[in-house]
């Protein structure tokens, strides 16, 4: 990742963000959400839903009146009887929501007409040709002259979408030059412009509007005291009689409900629509926000916030008559959201989580700079420093560092690996080792985190440009910063003689026995830490090999080539001897230390390994109980045999035996139970996958509930992150063993580590 690269990467979001904004501004123009709306604002009425005023009644036509009074269009005498009535009752204002516009029988007509002339307070239906536009366009329907003389108008026009729903209601339409209020305006008294409109509140629930059937009034049934000085809106109620709509939040409804509502609606205030721009615009507002952002956690927060905003604000100002459309800003937010977590997702491995730079698979992607240098910065003691502060203090630890190696520099890209691992390209034509040795300069002096003044144990390796592969040059520059630290050096080249190693592995177990007597292969230890009481418990011994000419053997390559080839014997003693020593030595300055060693199974068949060990641990004045002999899960101890009878009389001896690298081999519930072993290490291809790997963590959790079951303690080893370690802290494992406590070191090192540690402890 070169900077262009990251540059790119900065303005990827903000281009997503303009194409976002432009697909938005047509999905608003063009009403796409318009069934997702719908939907959002049916949700929303049913938290703030209240009751209808109670000052508008509605009777209705319905199949009870049809059967009372015979098929529609009934005789228009009832509609007269039923204004007499009312006015009788002492109702207000009547209002009937039903089509006059065509004759029936002269008397019936004329009979309706006189009862509109006695009420003298009667609207009826008028619908306008093209809905509440304004125009002056002819009228498709108005009531018949003889009855319209006494009466005034009102519009009965609605507009419904796809869905047979009216969720918007006229004020009024200009008809022969006259203003016609709508039934909700009229019934409502409420005046405003023609060709206006307004948002119905749906949130009144249609159950509480006081409702009756046309049969009761014309029967008498109706309690004079439920119409007296109420407004009185007169409609079809029948499936049959076709003046069916969808309600919103209700189902099927009738159209005299929707005029009703919308009465009860202009009642309670006048609403106000801001459309679907003012949303839209704060949902840009708040992505344009969230992608300044660096990190991905503020980003999803603010996006968070500004859908929650989104979706629930709409709710408190709708209980208030503001409406305002949110689909497309839920568009932009939702785009916006789905894209950053597309490119997060194709980023995220090649991100580090901690300082959000470039890490070292990204290293491996590139694909360029093959002529220049490769530099790698190993920071020896990092996993130690870490290990002992606060977990969020890892990242202020890491920005010290990232400012020391850009001094000089401060455009340097840098890729970040585990355990202290960064490196970057350099000119190879430029003397970049004057600007190496003054880095090192600079982390000579400590760093201050937490509080804590910290040394920072740093080693350059350079690797020169080849036509190599990027992971073999990194390997080769690694391979130069870990001689450099061995050799004492600020920095070193890679060797490529290093590469031409075919011949010394076939001579190297020829070597070894003589390596041993030259003082060649040397005892490291790493420490072990208690996850009860956070103190260094004990270590385990590691056999290291440092070659004259050829520097550091590995350990996986001499270790395994001597055990395959039956010439361990020799190199256990040695190990055992020095371990043995230095556990004497620690536990003599009064700290309880544990010591620990690997034997192969190969060694459970000779008998004198008994008695040479016996006689050690008494020359060296050591309790049995601080060593630990850790055997691999192998055949040889699948058996009953000879080696089930050493590892016997070593627990006899008051020894304590480990089952090492637990989860890879032969482990079973009958394994552990014939295996007198006081102790399980589990194998860190679980350890340190498990903070990911969900089958891992089950592995290694169900391994420590079975061992403790047991009555067996639990060492987790390969733990090269804080998480891990507090992940085993959560699980109850017992100890933990890898880079997160400390890396392989010397007995000087060791006893000043817990030097160091009993004086923090104490103070």
């Known amino acids: 990742m070169s900077k262009r690269g990251e540059q790119d990467l900065d303005r990827k979001p903000w281009r997503l963000l303009l194409w976002t904004v432009l697909a938005g501004l047509v999905f608003g123009l063009i009403g796409l959400g318009q069934l997702p709306e719908d939907y959002l604002r049916i949700a929303r009425n049913s938290f703030h839903e209240h009751s209808a005023s109670g000052d508008v009644v509605v009777i209705t036509v319905d199949e009870a009146a049809l059967r009372q009074a015979g098929n529609w269009p009934w005789p228009r005498r009832y509609d007269g009887q039923m204004v007499d009535r009312l006015m009788a009752a002492g109702a207000n204002r009547v209002f009937f929501d039903i089509n006059f516009s065509f004759p029936t029988n002269p008397v019936d007509d004329g009979a309706f007409g006189d009862a509109i002339k006695r009420s003298g307070r009667v609207s009826l239906f008028v619908r306008s040709k093209s809905g509440a536009d304004g125009s002056t366009r002819p009228v498709l329907d108005r009531p018949l002259p003889v009855l319209r003389q006494h009466a005034k108008l009102a519009l009965g026009t609605v507009r419904y979408n796809y869905q ?3 969720w918007d209601l006229p004020y009024s339409v200009m008809m022969d030059g006259k203003k016609v209020p709508s039934f909700a305006a009229a019934l409502a008294d409420v005046d405003a412009p023609a060709g206006t409109t307004f948002p119905v509140d749906y949130s009144i629930k249609v159950s509480t509007v006081p409702t009756y059937s046309a049969g009761d009034l014309m029967a008498g049934r109706i309690p004079r005291s439920r119409l007296a000085g109420k407004d009185v809106i007169i409609g079809l109620g029948s499936d049959v009689l076709n003046d069916v709509f969808f309600i919103p939040g209700y189902g099927r409804g009738y159209g005299v409900y929707i005029q009703t509502l919308g009465a009860e ?21 708040a992505a344009a926000l969230a992608i300044s952002r660096k990190r991905s956690g503020e980003r999803g927060l ?8 989104t979706l629930v604000a709409p709710g408190f100002l709708e209980a208030r008559l503001m409406f305002a459309d949110v689909t497309p800003g839920l568009f932009v937010l939702l785009t916006i959201a789905v894209g950053l977590g597309w490119q997060r997702y194709r980023t995220r491995g090649l991100v580090n989580p901690i300082s959000n730079l470039p890490n070292l698979n990204a290293l491996r992607a590139h694909r ?13 003691n990092f996993e130690e420093i870490v290990s002992t502060l606060p977990r969020e203090s890892e990242r202020e630890l890491i920005e010290q560092i990232v400012a020391r190696l850009k001094v000089g520099s401060p455009n340097r890209v840098l890729y970040q690996g585990d355990a202290g691992i960064f490196a970057w390209f350099e000119d190879s034509r430029q003397p970049f080792g004057n600007h190496l040795e003054a880095l090192y300069a600079l982390f000579r ?23 190599r592969s990027i992971q073999n040059r990194l390997a080769s520059a690694l391979v130069a910063a870990d001689e450099a630290a061995h050799d004492g050096l600020k920095w070193k080249y890679h060797d490529p003689e290093t590469l031409e190693n075919a011949s010394w592995k076939l001579s190297m177990l020829s070597q070894l026995d003589d390596a041993i007597d030259r003082g060649e292969v040397w005892v ?30 590995a350990a996986s390559e001499f270790v395994a080539a001597a055990e395959q080839h039956n010439r361990i014997g020799k190199l256990t003693d040695f190990v055992l001897e020095k371990a043995v020593a230095a556990a004497a030595q620690i536990n003599k300055r009064g700290t309880e230390f544990d010591m620990a060693v690997n034997l192969s199974a190969r060694l459970l068949s000779d008998k004198g ?39 016997a009389r070593l627990r006899d001896l008051g020894i304590n035996i480990a089952i090492d690298d637990y989860g890879t081999g032969l482990s079973t519930l009958d394994y552990l139970k014939r295996i007198p072993a006081n102790e399980i290490k589990i194998d860190q291809s679980f350890v340190k996958s498990m903070a990911d790997n969900r089958s891992d963590r089950l592995m290694v959790q169900s391994t420590i509930g079975l061992a403790h079951s047991l009555g ?10 804080r998480d891990i370690l507090d992940l085993l802290i959560e699980m109850g494992c017992d100890i933990a063993q890898g880079f997160a406590v400390g890396r392989p070191m010397s007995i000087d090192s060791l006893t000043k580590r817990l030097s160091t540690d009993r004086k923090r402890t104490a103070a």
């Open 164 to 166: 047979n729903a009216a």
């Open 302 to 309: 603010i996006l968070a916030g500004g859908l929650m905003a």
């Open 265 to 285: 609606t202009l009642k309670n205030g006048k609403p106000v629509d801001f459309g679907w721009t003012p949303a839209f615009f704060l949902a840009i507002a």
């Open 445 to 467: 002096n400590p760093a201050r985190v937490a509080g804590l003044s910290v040394d920072l144990n740093i080693s350059f390796g350079v690797e020169v440009g080849s036509g």
């Open 368 to 380: 360029s700079n093959r002529q220049e240098a490769l530099v790698a910065a190993r920071l020896m």
């Open 524 to 553: 490291a230890y790493q420490p072990k830490l208690d996850l009860a009481t956070k103190q260094i418990v004990g270590a385990e011994a590691l056999a290291r090999w440092t070659h004259p000419e050829k520097g550091p053997i």
């Open 609 to 647: 390994f008994t008695l040479r060990l016996s006689a050690l641990l008494a020359r060296h004045s050591l309790p049995p109980r601080h060593l630990t002999l850790e055997l691999t899960e192998t055949a040889a101890l699948t058996g009953s045999g000879e080696g089930l009878e050493m590892i």
């Open 712 to 721: 067996r303690r639990v060492v987790a080893e390969g733990v090269e992150h």
